[in-house]
């Protein structure tokens, strides 16, 4: 006897799609990413608070007399962080501060760790632990409970002794309230796959997506995907097609009507090793992987919904034993159309600090052969190319090799779908470093501010 099979397949992921509206002053996109000299958890909390408040005002000698000149391009619209970085509970504490000012900020994306000052301690929560977190956050005052609903919904059928590594996505929206998007990693990197079970993460099936809306109505809406490292991967897991990039299409049913047509910004909060590449000229680039990964959004069919999405990232400078130390940084963004003339370098304060990777644009890479990667010591090299694929611009790891962290600071002026490719003007441009410095080294508390890095690259 025959028996007739459903055609239905069953949903292997769960939805998390958010809707908040933004205030926005036009179609640029300023992307700030901090990069900590290393993981340190006592220092990371106030990192995060510094890199949270405008820039250091400058002093001018004008007339003889000093005066302050207000920072420019203080407003951001993403700041991103690396992976396993704030302390959960300094998470409550920063978004209560902020509900109680009052005032709309962009979007701030972040790794997360259980509460303590261990480095060495596992960054895994345990589901009983996330539970409590999402109990604190829906006590703040004014925050959109319903954010946290999707998050909830797939936490309750997860078992409590699971240990997952999440992240979170926060801003306040046109309308002053606090909005929380706190997302899972969903594919484990090497060193997340141990015997013991507190040191083994358990992959999320949860697709999480924000999708800002201007109150202008003349400006596009804008979907960012929230990605912890190795989610960016094609590399293997425990379950089939389980990846973000691809699944946003392959498996876009789960948001049943309401899935974004496409991404435009993905953030990637990463704690990863860079590759020395060229043999003893001591540079580095991403791995790989990691350009495989850009390269296959831009140009995949199957990732046909990242076709036109920035990537950026944040690492740290060095990443401690694992089982060895080696050397991260390249914090940057991957923006998947060509590099123009109108690429500006003159805000840098130190151009030799930038590095620039892009696919070359050789008859045999339109031939479907391997995307060879060309590295160039600066934009300015790499334009005479005439490249037409995409580049990536990213932070040296020697660019402060004393400061607590340093942040890379950039303006897109158009996000690629939001770019006019006749007249070939979406570029990014307006670069700055800054240096996370201590402002009184005496005091046990010592608290961070941002200070702009001179013309001659000095902190």
């Avoid at 948001?255 to 909060?269: C, G, L, M, N, Q």
């Avoid at 031939?367 to 932070?395: F, I």
């Amino acid at each position: 006897m025959l028996i007739a099979m459903s055609g239905k397949r069953r949903r292997q992921f769960e939805a998390n799609w958010l809707t908040w509206p933004v205030d926005r002053q036009g179609r640029a996109f300023r992307i700030r990413l901090v990069e900590p000299r290393t993981i340190c958890p006592a220092d990371h909390p106030k990192i995060f608070l510094a890199a949270l408040q405008p820039p250091e005002p400058e002093y001018l000698d004008d007339h003889h007399q000093i005066a302050r000149r207000p920072p420019a391009n203080s407003r951001f619209d993403l700041l991103t962080f690396p992976e396993l970085f704030l302390p959960s509970n300094s998470l409550v504490e920063v978004l209560s501060r902020i509900r109680e000012a009052r005032i709309p900020i962009g979007c701030v994306h972040t790794g997360l760790r259980p509460p303590g000052t261990d480095a060495s301690s596992t960054h895994l929560f345990a589901a009983r632990n996330i539970v409590g977190l999402t109990s604190d956050l829906a006590k703040i005052p004014n925050l959109v409970k319903k954010d946290l609903a999707p998050f909830q919904a797939w936490l309750a059928k997860q078992s409590l002794d699971d240990r997952f590594n999440i992240g979170c996505l926060f801003t306040v929206d046109a309308k002053c309230r606090p909005r929380v998007c706190l997302h899972a990693k969903m594919v484990s990197s090497r060193d997340e796959t141990r015997p013991e079970h507190e040191l083994d993460m358990k992959e999320a099936n949860l697709l999480s997506l924000v999708t800002l809306t201007p109150r202008d109505r003349g400006l596009l809406p804008i979907t960012i995907q929230p990605l912890l490292c190795s989610d960016v991967l094609n590399v293997s897991t425990n379950s089939p097609r389980n990846h973000p990039l691809d699944a946003i299409t392959s498996e876009r049913s789960c948001f049943r009507k309401e899935y974004s047509d496409h991404i435009d910004v993905v953030s990637v909060a990463t704690c990863t090793r860079s590759a020395l590449v060229g043999a003893g000229n001591g540079q580095f680039a991403w791995h790989q992987e990691f350009r495989d990964a850009f390269k296959r959004a831009a140009a995949d069919d199957q990732y046909r919904r990242h076709q036109f999405a920035l990537f950026a990232l944040s690492n740290y400078r060095d990443i401690p034993a694992h089982p060895t130390p080696g050397k991260g940084g390249l914090s940057g963004v991957f923006y998947p159309m060509p590099l123009v003339q109108t690429f500006q370098l003159e805000q840098v304060s130190k151009p030799q600090s930038i590095l620039c990777h892009q696919p070359s644009s050789t008859t045999q890479a339109y031939a479907g052969e391997n995307v060879r990667w060309e590295s160039h010591d600066t934009p300015c090299d790499a334009q005479s190319r005439r490249n037409e694929l995409g580049y990536m611009v990213a932070m040296d790891p020697a660019v402060s090799r004393n400061a607590i962290a340093t942040v890379f600071d950039l303006t897109v002026t158009h996000l690629p779908r939001d770019a006019n490719r006749w007249a070939r003007r979406a570029t990014i441009h307006d670069l700055r470093f800054y240096h996370v410095a201590t402002v009184s080294p005496e005091s046990p508390e010592a608290q961070f501010q941002l200070k702009l890095l001179n013309s001659r690259g000095n902190s």
